[in-house]
């Protein structure tokens, strides 16, 4: 065995010279040849084994520990002869400079006779770099140190596994860009320099305006070549300092670091939009499609992440409301209690996991009490807070732009519900609340289109109900809109009557159907004269000029009787059903042969 550490000197030299008897000899002699025979396939175990084994004397005084052997894996691993090491430092670990607090950290463990172990760069003597787990034991005999033994790790491969792991979980598979979860950790490092350096960051969200289209209309393949093409162009935005990552969907979030002020975030917004702007030309296709863009800035919006998220997102909403291109989290809209802005984001998440859900309420024919429509009434199934009233978050979807959305997915699920009604023998109308909001969209006669025809549903099955109030916010727009979609034979209705300033004869000309008499009258008509005659003079109102009429809020029979004597058209109310789910109302129609015991009473 050339060269080994593990040397045969054990003591031979005492068993010759001491005088003990035969028998006893040859025991340990044999036990020796045993010993040796251990020791010599150790030897050649250390040798041929695939990690590197180096020994190494134990410092002493000043004098570092020297190589006393090598084995093969370790000459292997770095490319070192045999010859060239014995001898040498620690330096022949070949820990790279830039780690010399690793390589210091060994030396001083060594001095101090205690265990070390790390993970390090290692250099090979080719210049090519290994990453390697290297550990150094000390081997003791009788208390006193003899040697260092030392075992090196070749595990580049399981690091680069390692490695090429961690870009999966924080990248985004499509684009390549940092993905959430990167981006949380980085805004919260470029929030952590700032505090320190007393310096502004902004966070920029990004939505881009036209992608559902994009994608409905070429297909995923299409939407997916176009956002590896937004990542692109956004990137070239960015210096090397900021990031930009994508948060799902047709999302993207950028980060300014050390922006000197909102105007230097604005500017950087400004550059997102430019470069967006050329069109993207897909498979031949020649695509425009805008982006709005919501800023928050640390420390004025914000100090920590989450908050910095909520200001972002909500600002987006309002340029995308506002078509402004981008906006800056304002006190007006974002800075809300901390309540409204958290429920601003879940009520985004809300929309997209589908965690609203549709009731309906019937809309009885006085006369002949059979159901007319079902009323469909939002509901929102919060996880923590329960069942949340319209009332509850429609005023903020209002605010913040959500609304847009809202109202797709509304008129989208309560025209799938219509159809799978009438598939099912049960041909009911319903009846749409249309906030002010929506009413101004120039694009909702064109969705209602699209959406009667997604669902394949005779324009007649919807009813759309719009406030007085949202009718005279911009009455000549509202005009136009009503009258696009009664052109296309859609019903309409003016929710809540009464409650508004609407002057009557603004009534005669909007193109409507219908007048909801607000339930504040209908409550109390059984019991307030003023009630009762109002109720009474919009009923004469409404017929004189040829809509119907509908009571909401019957909560009672007497009401109902009232109504009836009134010759009012329709009721509405908790007496006759309560809001309730597609199936409940199947139910109901069924129990009630349609709503028709109600005439009897
Ligand atoms: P609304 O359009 O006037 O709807 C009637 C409201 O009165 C509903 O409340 C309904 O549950 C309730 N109601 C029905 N019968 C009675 C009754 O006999 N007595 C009393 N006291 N109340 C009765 P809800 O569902 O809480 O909705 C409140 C408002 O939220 C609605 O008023 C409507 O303006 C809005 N809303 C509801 N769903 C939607 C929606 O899908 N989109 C939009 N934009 N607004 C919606
Ligand atoms: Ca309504
Ligand atoms: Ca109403």
């Keep these: 065995?050339?060269?080994?550490?593990?040397?045969?000197?054990?003591?031979?030299?005492?068993?010759?010279?001491?005088?003990?008897?035969?028998?006893?000899?040859?025991?340990?002699?044999?036990?020796?040849?045993?010993?040796?025979?251990?020791?010599?396939?150790?030897?050649?175990?250390?040798?041929?084994?695939?990690?590197?084994?180096a020994i190494l004397t134990p410092a002493v005084e000043a004098v570092g520990p020297r190589v006393a052997f090598v084995n093969d894996g370790f000459c292997g691993m770095y490319g070192y002869k045999r010859e060239d090491v014995i001898g040498q430092t620690p330096e022949i670990f070949g820990i790279v400079e830039r780690q010399q607090s690793i390589a210091d950290?060994?030396?001083h463990h060594v001095f101090e006779t205690r265990p070390f172990a790390a993970e390090v760069t290692a250099q090979r003597t080719d210049g090519s770099e290994m990453e390697i787990d290297l550990q150094l034991v000390p081997v003791e005999d009788a208390g006193q140190l003899t040697h260092w033994v030392a075992f090196v790790h070749d595990v580049t491969m399981a690091k680069t596994q390692v490695v090429s792991l961690r870009h999966q979980a924080t990248h985004d598979g499509l684009t390549g860009l940092p993905n959430r979860t990167l981006l949380f950790d980085a805004l919260e490092a470029a929030i952590t320099d700032a505090r320190e350096k007393n310096a502004m960051v902004a966070l920029l969200l990004m939505d881009l305006d036209r992608f559902k289209e994009v994608n409905d209309t070429f297909g995923h393949h299409f939407g997916d070549v176009l956002l590896r093409q937004v990542a692109f162009r956004l990137q070239n935005q960015m210096r090397g300092s900021d990031m930009v990552a994508r948060l799902g969907g047709d999302e993207f979030a950028?980060?300014?670091s050390d922006a000197a002020d909102a105007q230097a975030a604005a500017l950087a917004a400004r550059r997102v939009l430019?470069?967006?702007e050329l069109p993207f030309v897909v498979e031949g296709q020649v695509l425009d499609v805008g982006a709005s863009i919501g800023i928050a800035l640390y420390p004025t919006h914000g100090a920590d992440v989450r908050s910095l998220l909520r200001g972002a997102d909500v600002a987006m909403y309002t340029a995308k409301e506002n078509q402004s291109g981008y906006s800056f989290h304002s006190r007006e809209t974002g800075t809300r209690s901390p309540d409204q802005l958290a429920l601003v984001a879940e009520l985004r998440v809300a929309i997209e996991r589908g965690q609203l859900e549709l009731h309906y309420q019937p809309k009885l024919h006085l006369r002949s009490g059979l159901m007319t429509r079902a009323e469909v009434l939002i509901r929102w199934n919060h996880p923590s807070r329960g069942f949340l009233a319209p009332t509850e978050f429609i005023p903020l979807a209002e605010r913040t732009g959500l609304i847009r959305p809202l109202t797709d997915w509304l008129l989208d699920r309560a025209l799938e519900q219509c159809r799978a009604w009438q598939d099912a023998g049960a041909p009911v109308h319903v009846a749409v609340n249309i906030s002010a909001k929506s009413l101004l969209d120039q694009d909702l006669p064109q969705k209602v289109h699209a959406a009667l025809a997604r669902w394949n549903v005779d324009p007649r099955f919807l009813k759309i109900e719009?406030?007085?109030s949202s009718i005279m916010a911009d009455p000549a727009h509202a005009l136009a809109i009503l009258a696009m979609l009664q052109s296309m034979g859609v019903r309409l209705s003016v929710d809540d009557f009464g409650t508004g300033y609407s002057s009557l004869t603004h009534l005669r000309e909007l193109p409507i159907d219908e007048i909801k008499i607000d339930k504040s009258f209908v409550g109390q008509m059984t019991v307030s004269d003023a009630d009762a005659a109002i109720v009474r003079t919009v009923i004469h109102l409404a017929h004189d000029l040829g809509k119907q009429v509908c009571a909401e809020g019957v909560e009672d029979e007497a009401t109902w009787k009232m109504l009836c004597d009134l010759g009012c058209d329709l009721a509405q109310g908790y007496w006759i059903a309560k809001p309730m789910p597609a199936g409940e109302l199947m139910q109901w129609l069924d129990q009630n042969s349609w709503g028709l015991h109600r005439k009897s009473s």
């Design 105 to 107: 950290a060994l030396l």
């Design 466 to 468: 719009i406030t007085e």
């Design 1 to 53: 065995m050339p060269d080994g550490p593990v040397e045969t000197t054990t003591s031979l030299h005492t068993a010759w010279t001491t005088d003990i008897g035969v028998p006893e000899l040859e025991r340990r002699l044999a036990e020796q040849r045993l010993q040796s025979e251990q020791l010599r396939l150790l030897g050649t175990a250390v040798h041929v084994a695939e990690e590197g084994i």
């Design 254 to 256: 950028m980060i300014v």
């Design 274 to 276: 430019n470069a967006l």
